[in-house]
């Protein structure tokens, strides 16, 4: 008997969608069946490339397509609302990026529209697949090192992300972006609510550039039950820094100690001209996708297959979002304390 396979579509070929095709194009349980994206050459390149037959420039007809069962969407940040609501209102499974949205107000109607369908919603938070995150929530669970007390997190990027792969990032915030991808490890190792936020943030070096987006931020972000954790990120990292992303996890528990330091490298190389410093965490071994994306995205298929809520659903990027619109408002007012209801 064979196996039913689950029929995707992506919306997004840039930089982002490009990892979600090759992901899903090596999963045996997926049919590949659509692409859209605004740009008809990337569409065209990427849809020859591996031979996906439906082909949109309008996220609308693929929604209205009854050869597709699940949805990836893989737009700029401030974009997510209305894909995810139609794509959810259609009947679709929909595997979202993160951020969830840059604002309230839109992530409570994707939230809700998750609510009122039939369709999972997942958010692409793909860091919990990595194994020291992994790990440490296990190592948190147990108990064996009490309950977590302190975070110390930084998750920036190098100047290049923002103002030369994804110049739209002027419409998010470095906190939605990448940090957030940080708060998810502690609120899920913690277990509790964010109840208080205070951050601030400077401008200088990308304002010079003529890019409207702050240099760094940081915050301080207050749990239900005391425990206190200190997010930071920048965007402003040289172009002489040996990898795209920088990032550091600390957590002080009562009884331990868990430090997961990403450039801790496992992979370095030096040629004539240049050397790089790189943690691997996906890509392709022996010509096969690995790696946490691909391991977030095998979770999501399987969790449609089986009928099963996925890991990180829309209440918890509601909850998430709600925090990151906490930090943003701070940081403009100039640190002002935002206490969430």
């Known amino acids: 008997m064979s196996l039913k396979q689950i029929r995707f579509g992506v919306i997004g070929a840039g930089m982002q969608g490009a990892s979600h095709l090759r992901q899903l194009s090596q999963h045996p349980l997926v049919d590949l069946r659509a692409l859209c ?100 929530k296990k190592i948190v669970d147990s108990g064996a090192y009490g309950d977590v007390r302190h975070v110390f997190a930084r998750m920036t990027n190098r100047i290049d992300l923002p103002t030369k792969m994804l110049p739209w990032l002027k419409d998010s915030h470095p906190a939605h972006w990448i940090g957030i991808h940080r708060l998810d490890i502690a609120r899920w190792w913690i277990g509790r609510e964010v109840v208080r936020v205070r951050g601030v943030e400077r401008y200088g070096v990308l304002k010079e550039q003529g890019y409207d987006a702050p240099d760094f931020y940081q915050a301080t972000i207050e749990f239900d039950g005391g425990a206190v954790m200190n997010l930071e990120g920048s965007w402003i990292l040289p172009l002489t820094f040996p990898a795209l992303v920088d990032s550091r996890f600390y957590a002080l528990c009562e009884k331990g100690v868990i430090d997961i330091d990403r450039m801790r490298s496992e992979l370095m190389t030096a040629g004539p001209d240049t050397w790089t410093l790189n943690t691997p965490t996906a890509g392709l071994v022996n010509d096969q996708e690995s790696g946490h994306v691909h391991a977030a995205a095998n979770h999501f298929v399987d969790c449609i297959l089986q009928g099963k809520p996925p890991m990180i659903g829309a209440e918890d990027g509601l909850a998430l979002t709600r925090v990151l619109c906490a930090i943003v408002e701070s940081c403009r007012d100039d640190g002002k304390i935002v206490d969430l209801d």
């Open 37 to 136: 994206d605004i740009n008809e050459n990337l569409l065209t390149s990427a849809a020859d490339t591996l031979s996906i037959p439906l082909r949109f420039t309008d996220y609308g007809g693929l929604f209205d397509s009854d050869e597709i069962d699940a949805v990836v969407v893989v737009l700029p940040d401030h974009l997510h609302r209305d894909a995810a609501v139609r794509a959810l209102e259609a009947g679709k499974h929909v595997l979202l990026e993160k951020p969830m949205a840059t604002n309230l107000a839109d992530a409570v109607a994707i939230a809700e529209a998750a609510r009122n369908n039939d369709g999972f919603l997942m958010l692409n938070l793909s860091n919990r697949w990595m194994y020291p995150f992994s790990e440490g």
